[in-house]
């Protein structure tokens, strides 16, 4: 069957109109915020039923044609890439909030719910939805459990994973399955549910979840701190671990700052020059708590790791502050970075971004080296800016020459290639730096099994 059969095969599966093959979607769907590859899908599909869901994978086996499932396309490791000739199946019309229970404190969605409008419904109605990041205006909860997306409350919430309720997924095979019914407690043996998060679509596709919530926070207050080197980092969080809950406790580099005020739009936090800078918060319920935030603050200063700081005293100025650590990615992106996304355990931190600070410090002596993330549970931002004359493939290729050792680093301390971004296509080559061999035998006999035609979101996360 030629391809133009195929896609009008296709169209008889859909309602009228809800697949496009014309230039301009293919382009904007066929890739995400990576800028590696070249968008090349053959169609765009939008099912708005579970059925026409199952239609389109059970045609895809049928046909042999690859699936690649489509959320925001805010992904920073192309698992949502289709490069060449897959049909992309977009979940932008499966979109509506199916239920709220205020008891169980539960919304049902749909796989293209946004971000931002599930955390603001929890909010009208007195609730949280704690998983949070810069992208989560058009981020969409089918990609946010698909990658098991982290972000900036990880510290005190977790990742995605722990708030998925429940699941409906559509396997490779074409079966609906429910996967874990909303239950708080269930011991029946192996949970699936717990598979399908953080797949990247290779076992099948999520076609309803059920998301837990939280209550609201109360007067969150930040503070950012400029630390005299980044030694001085881990030292200030276990002072203010020590003595607060903390919600979140970020860092950034210098020239990540630089970035962001050069920008224009965002205050500085003071005047004072620092290597580093540690970004925390915390729920200040009481004025106990607050002084006790302003005299761990001192006992910083005094032991010579902070040397200035600032505390927000309303909701603008909390705003202000968050906006220095979350303005950082988007704000690169026009230096068209090389990104690495890395994670250790909390204590292997200083010696592991030592190591790793002087690998790329001796191999890119001409580049710009920012770093910045979620220090607090582990998860470092490594960016390499492209110099501006340099040409993408030259500089991509050289970066590519350094992961190597960076990511042998990464497998002696026992750490992950991929703390929250996902593996997709640009991990995908060293995935065994973070996974066994009889590990990824396994992972591949699993997808077998949800997949045995090999239809949904190939070459994502180990090339079959
Ligand atoms: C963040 O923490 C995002 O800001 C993006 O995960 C990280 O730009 C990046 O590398
Ligand atoms: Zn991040």
Same mark, same amino acid.
């Given at each position: 069957?030629?391809?133009?059969?195929?896609?009008?095969?296709?169209? $008889?599966?859909?309602?009228?109109? =809800?697949?496009?093959?014309?230039?301009?979607?293919?382009?904007?769907?066929?890739?995400?915020? $990576?800028?590696?590859?070249?968008?090349?899908?053959?169609?765009?599909?939008?099912?708005?039923?579970?059925?026409?869901?199952?239609?389109?994978?059970?045609? /895809?086996?049928?046909?042999?044609?690859?699936?690649?499932? !489509?959320?925001?396309?805010?992904?920073? !490791?192309?698992?949502?890439?289709?490069?060449?000739?897959?049909?992309?199946?977009?979940?932008?019309?499966?979109?509506?909030?199916?239920?709220?229970? /205020?008891?169980?404190?539960?919304?049902?969605?749909?796989?293209?719910?946004?971000? =931002?409008?599930?955390?603001?419904?929890?909010?009208?109605?007195?609730?949280?939805?704690?998983?949070? %990041?810069?992208?989560?205006? !058009?981020?969409?909860?089918?990609?946010?459990?698909? $990658?098991?997306?982290?972000?900036?409350? #990880?510290?005190?919430?977790?990742?995605?994973? &722990?708030?998925? +309720?429940?699941?409906?997924?559509?396997?490779?095979?074409?079966?609906?399955?429910?996967?874990?019914?909303?239950?708080?407690?269930?011991?029946?043996?192996?949970?699936?549910?717990?598979?399908?998060?953080?797949?990247?679509?290779?076992?099948?596709?999520?076609?309803?979840?059920?998301?837990?919530?939280?209550?609201?926070?109360?007067?969150?207050?930040?503070?950012?701190?400029?630390?005299?080197?980044?030694?001085?980092?881990?030292? #200030?969080?276990?002072? %203010?671990?020590?003595?607060?809950?903390?919600?979140? %406790?970020?860092?950034?580099?210098? =020239?990540?700052?630089?970035?962001?005020?050069?920008?224009?739009? #965002?205050?500085?936090?003071?005047?004072?020059?620092?290597?580093?800078?540690?970004?925390?918060?915390?729920?200040?319920?009481?004025?106990?708590?607050?002084?006790?935030?302003?005299?761990?603050?001192?006992?910083?200063?005094?032991?010579?790791?902070?040397?200035?700081?600032?505390?927000?005293?309303?909701?603008?100025?909390?705003? &202000?502050?968050?906006?220095?650590?979350?303005?950082?990615?988007? $704000?690169?992106?026009?230096?068209?970075?090389?990104?690495?996304?890395?994670?250790?355990?909390?204590?292997?931190?200083?010696?592991?971004?030592?190591?790793?600070?002087?690998? #790329?410090?001796?191999?890119?002596?001409?580049?710009?080296?920012?770093?910045?993330?979620?220090?607090?549970?582990?998860?470092?931002?490594?960016?390499?800016?492209?110099?501006?004359?340099?040409?993408?493939?030259?500089?991509? +290729?050289?970066?590519?020459?350094?992961?190597?050792?960076?990511?042998?680093?990464?497998?002696?301390?026992?750490?992950?290639?991929?703390?929250?971004?996902?593996?997709?296509?640009?991990?995908?080559?060293?995935?065994?730096?973070?996974?066994?061999?009889?590990?990824?035998?396994?992972?591949?006999?699993?997808?077998?099994?949800?997949?045995?035609?090999?239809?949904?979101?190939?070459?994502?996360? %180990?090339?079959?």
């Amino acid at each position: 069957m030629n391809s133009h059969a195929l896609i009008d095969e296709l169209k $008889t599966l859909l309602e009228p109109g =809800k697949v496009l093959t014309d230039a301009a979607s293919l382009d904007t769907y066929g890739k995400d915020w $990576t800028k590696q590859y070249a968008p090349a899908p053959s169609a765009i599909a939008f099912p708005k039923t579970t059925e026409q869901v199952q239609a389109i994978v059970r045609w /895809a086996n049928q046909r042999q044609v690859a699936l690649v499932p !489509s959320g925001g396309r805010t992904g920073l !490791s192309a698992a949502a890439v289709a490069a060449n000739g897959e049909v992309v199946v977009s979940f932008d019309y499966m979109n509506k909030v199916l239920d709220f229970n /205020a008891t169980d404190r539960t919304v049902v969605c749909q796989p293209g719910v946004i971000t =931002k409008q599930l955390q603001n419904l929890a909010e009208e109605n007195g609730l949280y939805y704690p998983v949070d %990041f810069a992208s989560s205006g !058009s981020s969409q909860i089918g990609g946010n459990i698909g $990658t098991n997306a982290g972000g900036i409350k #990880v510290i005190r919430y977790g990742m995605t994973r &722990n708030w998925v +309720a429940g699941l409906k997924v559509v396997t490779g095979q074409g079966d609906l399955l429910e996967l874990n019914k909303d239950l708080v407690k269930n011991a029946t043996g192996y949970d699936l549910r717990q598979l399908f998060i953080g797949a990247e679509g290779t076992l099948g596709f999520i076609v309803e979840a059920t998301m837990r919530l939280d209550r609201a926070p109360k007067n969150l207050t930040a503070m950012v701190l400029g630390t005299a080197d980044f030694d001085a980092i881990m030292p #200030v969080l276990h002072a %203010f671990q020590g003595k607060l809950d903390l919600t979140a %406790f970020e860092f950034f580099s210098d =020239k990540a700052l630089a970035k962001v005020l050069g920008r224009g739009d #965002v205050p500085a936090p003071f005047e004072t020059a620092c290597p580093f800078y540690a970004l925390l918060e915390f729920e200040a319920t009481t004025d106990d708590i607050a002084d006790t935030a302003l005299a761990t603050f001192e006992h910083c200063v005094e032991q010579g790791w902070v040397l200035d700081g600032v505390m927000s005293q309303s909701e603008q100025q909390l705003r &202000n502050l968050w906006k220095l650590r979350e303005y950082i990615s988007e $704000t690169i992106s026009h230096w068209v970075p090389y990104k690495n996304d890395i994670s250790v355990t909390i204590s292997k931190v200083p010696a592991f971004l030592r190591e790793i600070d002087a690998i #790329v410090s001796e191999r890119y002596p001409a580049f710009d080296v920012l770093w910045y993330g979620h220090i607090g549970d582990g998860n470092l931002h490594l960016n390499i800016l492209k110099p501006e004359h340099m040409d993408k493939d030259a500089f991509f +290729a050289e970066c590519a020459l350094v992961n190597t050792e960076v990511f042998e680093t990464v497998r002696k301390y026992n750490g992950s290639i991929s703390a929250e971004h996902g593996v997709g296509m640009v991990k995908r080559d060293y995935l065994q730096y973070s996974r066994s061999p009889v590990e990824i035998q396994y992972m591949k006999a699993m997808k077998a099994v949800f997949d045995p035609n090999g239809v949904m979101n190939p070459g994502k996360i %180990f090339s079959i």
